[in-house]
């Protein structure tokens, strides 16, 4: 059955699913309903931003998160989405701000897999806009928040790489077994 009116956390829930499914249609109108039953859910305003992008609506999801953004100044989420959405329209220096903000409010705030995508993403952004300082910065966090995985050492080798540093690169993705 589908959720009570009333019930904004049963249709956020209901949407993450659909949304998983690939339904972006369907998750689209669950994040519709959650929000308006709660307004103020930074995870289905997040759900609706993805399900807006998922269904080629990029330029009407930049804009929600541009929104969410201002209106949610203290969220890292808020500015995650900010973040991603300008960086699928290749607003690299633009997208990497926004996520500059998401890192320093997101220790308390996001789950492991945000915090995983925030900091590849981050590396990524700082990486296109040469950036390199920070980008080793950002590797080094990824690596604090999932120490010795392949992920986070893979990135590190791919700013050690930025670098010029192919020695240590080397040892980086040998010592993960890439």
Same mark, same amino acid.
């Given at each position: 059955g589908?959720?009570k009116?009333d019930?904004?956390a049963?249709w956020?829930?209901l949407?993450? *699913?659909?949304?998983?499914?690939? /339904?972006y &249609?369907e998750? +689209?109108? !669950?994040f519709r #309903?959650s @929000?308006?039953?709660?307004?103020?859910?930074?995870?289905?305003? *997040?759900?609706?931003i993805?399900s /807006?992008? &998922?269904?080629? +609506?990029a !330029?009407?999801a #930049?804009? @929600?998160a541009?929104k969410?953004?201002?209106?949610y100044?203290?969220?890292?989420?808020?500015?995650?989405?900010?973040?991603?959405?300008l960086?699928?329209?290749q607003?690299?220096?633009?997208?990497q701000v926004a996520m500059?903000?998401?890192?320093?409010?997101?220790?308390?705030q996001?789950?492991?897999?945000?915090?995983v995508a925030?900091?590849?993403?981050?590396?990524?952004?700082?990486?296109s806009?040469?950036d390199?300082?920070?980008a080793?910065?950002?590797?080094?966090?990824?690596?604090?928040?999932?120490?010795?995985?392949?992920?986070a050492?893979?990135?590190s080798?791919?700013?050690?790489?930025?670098?010029?540093?192919?020695?240590?690169?080397?040892?980086e993705l040998?010592?993960?077994?890439?």
């Amino acid at each position: 059955g589908t959720p009570k009116d009333d019930d904004s956390a049963s249709w956020l829930y209901l949407g993450q *699913a659909l949304h998983a499914r690939e /339904r972006y &249609a369907e998750s +689209e109108r !669950a994040f519709r #309903r959650s @929000l308006a039953t709660d307004p103020k859910s930074l995870n289905a305003m *997040a759900g609706l931003i993805e399900s /807006r992008v &998922a269904q080629g +609506e990029a !330029a009407d999801a #930049r804009e @929600l998160a541009a929104k969410m953004a201002k209106d949610y100044p203290d969220s890292a989420l808020a500015w995650f989405m900010h973040g991603s959405t300008l960086a699928n329209a290749q607003q690299l220096k633009e997208a990497q701000v926004a996520m500059e903000k998401s890192s320093d409010l997101a220790a308390r705030q996001l789950n492991m897999e945000r915090k995983v995508a925030l900091g590849a993403a981050l590396v990524e952004l700082q990486l296109s806009n040469r950036d390199l300082a920070k980008a080793r910065a950002s590797a080094d966090v990824l690596g604090r928040v999932v120490p010795n995985s392949p992920f986070a050492i893979l990135m590190s080798a791919r700013v050690s790489m930025a670098g010029g540093d192919f020695s240590t690169a080397s040892t980086e993705l040998r010592r993960a077994g890439l």
